[in-house]
């Protein structure tokens, strides 16, 4: 794998044109990635699910060079009709369009980045990888005191023309202070059998407000990683939404850096699974200054031999004094060979906080289903509407009306 | 001068030290020694070809490092691995036999050897350093058929069931410090229930560590035969000392169909002093097999001393019905360290596993509660819940809550549930208004939140376990 590495790197260096700078940022990564290698089980993060094999199971051997310099159209078929947006169009990991038709243009900055954040984490060498082989970044800074008027669509699309391959994608959003951002990430994936590694900076200033919703519905082989990074400065707040269900595997990793007080950071996910998929969601929610506040919502409806995995960890720095810190997972396992694993984790050095998590995991609740056949529906239907119920809790933390609205019609929960 | 020493002792009640000249094997871990230690203990073959598959094993081992509290590395080969007080070449018939200056050292733990057995009703095995020193109440036990007795004694004399049962539910090949158990261990108990019989006593086991460098080496057995009962209760207090002690027993239950055993523990090892220094490192492998239908194993314990405890006393319910239960209450106060919980093993059908862990942490310490909940694809309507609360006393303490939880079978239910929290402003200034001081306002309120766990253990422990919960937070309020 090293010499493919070396030799697709070099080849997608020589057909781009980055800077000497860039470059050698690039080289570092790549260097990094090659000493680390796929993260496996032996780390902790990844205990529950292995990439390096899950790659080499349904993969097998990778392709890492991917050409932006091909041309793709845009189908605008694939546009959400019901609500006005301003859209990015991302095509195999390369920016298509960026259209910000709803905006005062002069409240936006639209930039490519030179310098990327070196993220030294050898825990994580996916990250590395990113860095070594993502196209330009494209960064997005919302001016001071400016709000979206409208949801911004994030289209990121995979189309028949990439398979076997890795693809890397990268963005940046800055939100100055007191600007706010609606950002709905909806995949559209019409490839199979690709490794697509994502990673979403957010820089929140002081009382910015950002709202997240990562939608993965349609059904498809590929496997993916997806790394948000939100740092917080005092007052601002953060809204993710996390709704995973079509890809083969997939693992959300959000983490969110609370470093101004009264800053809080909201994190809600949905897996429904079935077949053989394999779903991960992984929240990390550092408490780093005083008076911040986190909540963790996720809920899991597992069928089939599928398996769902929740890792969080809430972390509470010795000077993030009266913290409030929230972590809820549940899941209904419908198949005897459905699987769940939680990892709920609390890592405390302050002691006027209040933090608290449960977990639990088991059956749908055979008394309520007889009572609803009781009632003359059919036991199918009774499942049915106790699963919509026990997701619907968590669709219903989304505090945008309009793309709750949205999104509960793409899910098909009402 | 003297008031120099009494103001040493002040810190730790227990910390004092017996001047038995002590009968050591050579220093360094090796295979000499391993023949050293089964040659001077009698063994047969088979035992020492045991350890030495044990020792081979441990030469591949590393030692694991994934634990929240490090420690500086320990040198293997600077350790004793055999010392015996000398007088005890020849063992004692009975206890007038014993070493007065020993006999005075249990005197001053308060252990029941002499008068206090027959008032409290205890069996005692007690282990001074690494030989057991008298064997009593053996007349009671004998009657009803269960043996109790150190494991050297076992290993002469029950043979069949030492060989049947050693190593079954902690293999040699397991983790580095069971291993290292395995190749060089001492002296423990070893108990055997036959059928039907209902212990009529608390049998209970002081360890006492005692010669500088001495890396205790305990191994125990337990084996609840169809439809026994036995309570089992451990505690411990070691002397003052500077260096650290490495202290890494086994502990191996065993019960067979409708048996249930109850295993305590009050552990008080030497903490180390207020600055960190010194201390016992309590890597302790505890292990319970619920083998036989119905059967049943629960752990209690009380966690307030050594250094840097390491342990999770776990439960496999490999029988169907089987329950396993876990009480912990876990107290680190100035430099102490804790990493410890459970796992519970579901393989048996309709397995119940309960977990209430209780965690407090004050001074500069670090305490983690570290779970392993796993159901598997056999074990149908099983159950688990898990509760484990966290109390933090200061800013420069901390405490973390790590649990695993794997849900293989849809048919059952896992509830997790984890709090931290301080001691309220509010209980405290009601407290206060009514008379008490601060201090003991934190001691009550602090009993009040173990209180699911104290209610647990059996009378004679429960007693000391408050008062220890007390002793142990002094001078972390304030």
Same mark, same amino acid.
């Given at each position: 794998?090293?010499?493919?590495?070396?030799?697709?790197?070099?080849?997608?260096?020589?057909?781009?044109?980055?800077?000497?700078?860039?470059?050698?940022?690039?080289?570092?990564?790549?260097?990094?990635?090659?000493?680390?290698?796929?993260?496996?089980?032996?780390?902790?993060?990844?205990?529950?699910?292995?990439?390096?094999?899950?790659?080499?199971?349904?993969?097998?051997?990778?392709?890492?060079?991917?050409?932006?310099?091909?041309?793709?159209?845009?189908?605008?078929?694939?546009?959400?009709?019901?609500?006005?947006?301003?859209?990015?169009?991302?095509?195999?990991?390369?920016?298509?369009?960026?259209?910000?038709?709803?905006?005062?243009?002069?409240?936006?900055?639209?930039?490519?980045?030179?310098?990327?954040?070196?993220?030294?984490?050898?825990?994580?060498?996916?990250?590395?990888?990113?860095?070594?082989?993502?196209?330009?970044?494209?960064?997005?800074?919302?001016?001071?005191?400016?709000?979206?008027?409208?949801?911004?669509?994030?289209?990121?699309?995979?189309?028949?023309?990439?398979?076997? $391959?890795?693809?890397?994608?990268?963005?940046?959003?800055?939100?100055?202070?007191?600007?706010?951002?609606?950002?709905?990430?909806?995949?559209?994936?019409?490839?199979?059998?690709?490794?697509?590694?994502?990673?979403?900076?957010?820089?929140?200033?002081?009382?910015?407000?950002?709202?997240?919703?990562?939608?993965?519905?349609?059904?498809?082989?590929?496997?993916?990683?997806?790394?948000?990074?939100?740092?917080?400065?005092?007052?601002?707040?953060?809204? $993710?939404?996390?709704?995973?269900?079509?890809?083969?595997?997939?693992?959300?990793?959000?983490?969110?850096?609370?470093?101004?007080?009264?800053?809080?950071?909201?994190?809600?996910?949905?897996?429904?699974?079935?077949?053989?998929?394999?779903?991960?969601?992984? $929240?990390?929610?550092?408490?780093?200054?005083?008076?911040?506040?986190?909540?963790?919502?996720?809920?899991?409806?597992?069928?089939?031999?599928?398996?769902?995995?929740?890792?969080?960890?809430?972390?509470?720095?010795?000077?993030?004094?009266?913290?409030?810190?929230?972590?809820?997972?549940?899941?209904?396992?419908?198949?005897?060979?459905?699987?769940?694993?939680?990892?709920?984790?609390?890592?405390?050095?302050?002691?006027?906080?209040?933090?608290?998590?449960?977990?639990?995991?088991?059956?749908?609740?055979?008394?309520?289903?007889?009572?609803?056949?009781?009632?003359?529906?059919?036991?199918?239907?009774?499942?049915?509407?106790?699963?919509?119920?026990?997701?619907?809790?968590?669709?219903?933390?989304?505090?945008?009306?309009?793309?709750?609205?949205?999104?509960?019609?793409?899910?098909?929960?009402? | 001068?003297?008031?120099?020493?009494?103001?040493?002792?002040?810190?730790?009640?227990?910390?004092?030290?017996?001047?038995?000249?002590?009968?050591?094997?050579?220093?360094?871990?090796?295979?000499?020694?391993?023949?050293?230690?089964?040659?001077?203990?009698?063994?047969?073959?088979?035992?020492?070809?045991?350890?030495?598959?044990?020792?081979?094993?441990?030469?591949?081992?590393?030692?694991?490092?994934?634990?929240?509290?490090?420690?500086?590395?320990?040198?293997?080969?600077?350790?004793?691995?055999?010392?015996?007080?000398?007088?005890?070449?020849?063992?004692?018939?009975?206890?007038?036999?014993?070493?007065?200056?020993?006999?005075?050292?249990?005197?001053?733990?308060?252990?029941?050897?002499?008068?206090?057995?027959?008032?409290?009703?205890?069996?005692?095995?007690?282990?001074?350093?690494?030989?057991?020193?008298?064997?009593?109440?053996?007349?009671?036990? /004998?009657?009803?058929?269960?043996?109790?007795?150190?494991?050297?004694?076992?290993?002469?004399?029950?043979?069949?069931?030492?060989?049947?049962?050693?190593?079954?539910?902690?293999?040699?090949?397991?983790?580095?410090?069971?291993?290292?158990?395995?190749?060089?261990?001492?002296?423990?108990?070893?108990?055997?229930?036959?059928?039907?019989?209902?212990?009529?006593?608390?049998?209970?086991?002081?360890?006492?560590?005692?010669?500088?460098? /001495?890396?205790?080496?305990?191994?125990?057995?337990?084996?609840?035969?169809?439809?026994?009962?036995?309570?089992?209760?451990?505690?411990?207090?070691?002397?003052?000392?500077?260096?650290?002690?490495?202290?890494?027993?086994?502990?191996?239950?065993?019960?067979?169909?409708?048996?249930?055993?109850?295993?305590?523990?009050?552990?008080?090892?030497?903490?180390?002093?207020?600055?960190?220094?010194?201390?016992?490192?309590?890597?302790?492998?505890?292990?319970?097999?619920?083998?036989?239908?119905?059967?049943?194993?629960?752990?209690?314990?009380?966690?307030?001393?050594?250094?840097?405890?390491?342990?999770?006393?776990?439960?496999?319910?490999?029988?169907?019905?089987?329950?396993?239960?876990?009480?912990?209450?876990?107290?680190?106060?100035?430099?102490?360290?804790?990493?410890?919980?459970?796992?519970?093993?579901?393989?048996?059908?309709? /397995?119940?596993?309960?977990?209430?862990?209780?965690?407090?942490?004050?001074?500069?310490?670090?305490?983690?509660?570290?779970?392993?909940?796993?159901?598997?694809?056999?074990?149908?309507?099983?159950?688990?819940?898990?509760?484990?609360?966290?109390?933090?006393?200061?800013?420069?303490?901390?405490?973390?809550?790590?649990?695993?939880?794997?849900?293989?079978?849809?048919?059952?239910?896992?509830?997790?549930?984890?709090?931290?929290?301080?001691?309220?402003?509010?209980?405290?200034?009601?407290?206060?208004?009514?008379?008490?001081?601060?201090?003991?306002?934190?001691?009550?309120?602090?009993?009040?939140?173990?209180?699911?766990?104290?209610?647990?253990?059996?009378?004679?422990?429960?007693?000391?376990?408050?008062?220890?919960?007390?002793?142990?937070?002094?001078?972390?309020?304030?």
């Amino acid at each position: 794998m090293e010499q493919k590495l070396k030799t697709d790197f070099d080849k997608f260096i020589s057909t781009s044109n980055f800077s000497n700078q860039e470059i050698k940022l690039k080289k570092q990564a790549l260097d990094n990635f090659l000493k680390n290698g796929f993260p496996s089980r032996k780390l902790e993060n990844w205990k529950f699910s292995d990439i390096n094999q899950i790659i080499q199971k349904n993969i097998g051997e990778l392709e890492f060079y991917n050409d932006y310099n091909v041309e793709n159209k845009i189908n605008d078929d694939i546009f959400i009709k019901e609500i006005e947006h301003n859209k990015i169009v991302i095509i195999n990991g390369k920016v298509e369009r960026l259209s910000f038709e709803y905006e005062e243009s002069d409240k936006i900055n639209l930039t490519t980045l030179d310098n990327f954040n070196q993220n030294s984490n050898d825990d994580n060498s996916l990250l590395s990888l990113n860095n070594s082989f993502s196209n330009k970044i494209h960064n997005i800074l919302v001016k001071k005191n400016y709000s979206f008027k409208k949801p911004l669509i994030i289209y990121q699309i995979t189309n028949e023309k990439v398979s076997n $391959t890795n693809i890397n994608f990268q963005l940046n959003f800055e939100l100055e202070e007191n600007s706010s951002i609606k950002i709905i990430n909806l995949s559209d994936d019409n490839s199979e059998k690709n490794f697509i590694n994502n990673l979403f900076n957010f820089n929140l200033s002081k009382s910015a407000i950002l709202k997240n919703y990562k939608i993965d519905k349609k059904s498809n082989t590929n496997i993916k990683y997806d790394y948000s990074s939100i740092t917080q400065k005092e007052n601002s707040i953060s809204e $993710t939404f996390i709704f995973s269900s079509g890809s083969e595997y997939i693992k959300n990793e959000v983490s969110c850096n609370l470093e101004g007080q009264y800053s809080s950071a909201f994190i809600n996910g949905i897996h429904l699974l079935s077949k053989n998929k394999h779903h991960e969601i992984r $929240t990390n929610t550092n408490h780093l200054y005083e008076n911040t506040k986190s909540y963790q919502l996720i809920k899991s409806v597992i069928d089939d031999s599928s398996k769902s995995v929740y890792q969080g960890k809430i972390y509470v720095d010795s000077k993030a004094q009266k913290t409030d810190g929230y972590q809820l997972s549940k899941a209904v396992l419908l198949n005897e060979q459905a699987e769940f694993n939680a990892k709920p984790e609390l890592e405390i050095y302050a002691d006027d906080v209040k933090c608290s998590h449960g977990s639990a995991s088991g059956s749908l609740d055979e008394d309520s289903i007889f009572y609803l056949m009781s009632r003359g529906l059919d036991q199918k239907t009774a499942k049915e509407l106790l699963i919509s119920g026990f997701l619907l809790d968590v669709v219903e933390k989304i505090t945008d009306e309009e793309i709750k609205k949205l999104l509960k019609n793409m899910i098909g929960l009402s | 001068m003297r008031d120099k020493q009494i103001e040493n002792l002040k810190d730790y009640k227990y910390g004092f030290s017996t001047d038995i000249e002590s009968f050591k094997a050579p220093k360094g871990l090796n295979e000499e020694v391993i023949r050293f230690i089964s040659n001077i203990k009698k063994e047969p073959d088979w035992l020492l070809q045991w350890r030495l598959k044990a020792f081979e094993r441990l030469k591949v081992l590393k030692e694991p490092d994934w634990q929240k509290p490090k420690y500086p590395k320990i040198d293997y080969q600077d350790l004793y691995y055999y010392s015996a007080p000398k007088s005890f070449k020849e063992k004692p018939k009975n206890l007038e036999d014993l070493d007065p200056k020993l006999l005075e050292t249990y005197k001053k733990l308060g252990i029941p050897l002499q008068e206090q057995k027959r008032l409290n009703g205890i069996a005692v095995d007690a282990v001074f350093d690494s030989v057991s020193v008298a064997t009593t109440f053996k007349d009671t036990l /004998t009657e009803k058929g269960i043996i109790f007795c150190s494991i050297s004694e076992a290993i002469q004399k029950y043979p069949d069931l030492v060989r049947k049962y050693l190593g079954s539910v902690i293999p040699i090949t397991d983790h580095f410090f069971a291993t290292l158990n395995s190749a060089v261990f001492t002296d423990g108990s070893f108990v055997y229930i036959p059928p039907n019989v209902k212990c009529p006593m608390e049998l209970s086991t002081y360890f006492r560590i005692n010669a500088s460098d /001495t890396g205790q080496f305990e191994r125990t057995l337990i084996i609840a035969d169809k439809g026994s009962y036995v309570s089992y209760l451990e505690g411990c207090t070691a002397p003052m000392r500077d260096e650290n002690q490495l202290h890494a027993a086994n502990v191996e239950l065993i019960a067979l169909e409708d048996a249930e055993i109850k295993y305590s523990t009050v552990q008080n090892w030497y903490p180390g002093d207020k600055d960190g220094k010194g201390g016992i490192y309590n890597f302790v492998t505890k292990r319970g097999l619920c083998k036989g239908k119905n059967s049943k194993i629960s752990w209690t314990q009380v966690e307030t001393g050594s250094a840097i405890t390491w342990k999770y006393p776990s439960c496999i319910l490999k029988g169907d019905n089987s329950i396993g239960e876990f009480y912990s209450i876990a107290i680190t106060n100035n430099h102490q360290k804790a990493d410890t919980g459970t796992k519970m093993i579901h393989l048996g059908k309709n /397995t119940k596993s309960k977990i209430i862990s209780k965690g407090i942490s004050a001074g500069k310490s670090d305490m983690t509660y570290r779970g392993l909940v796993d159901i598997s694809k056999n074990a149908s309507n099983s159950t688990n819940y898990t509760q484990c609360d966290s109390l933090l006393m200061g800013n420069k303490c901390g405490a973390h809550t790590v649990p695993y939880i794997k849900n293989k079978n849809s048919n059952s239910n896992i509830a997790h549930e984890a709090t931290t929290s301080k001691i309220s402003e509010d209980q405290l200034h009601y407290c206060q208004q009514r008379g008490l001081n601060q201090e003991e306002a934190v001691g009550l309120i602090v009993n009040g939140f173990c209180k699911e766990v104290l209610q647990q253990l059996p009378m004679e422990f429960a007693v000391e376990a408050q008062k220890l919960v007390g002793i142990s937070l002094e001078g972390s309020v304030g």
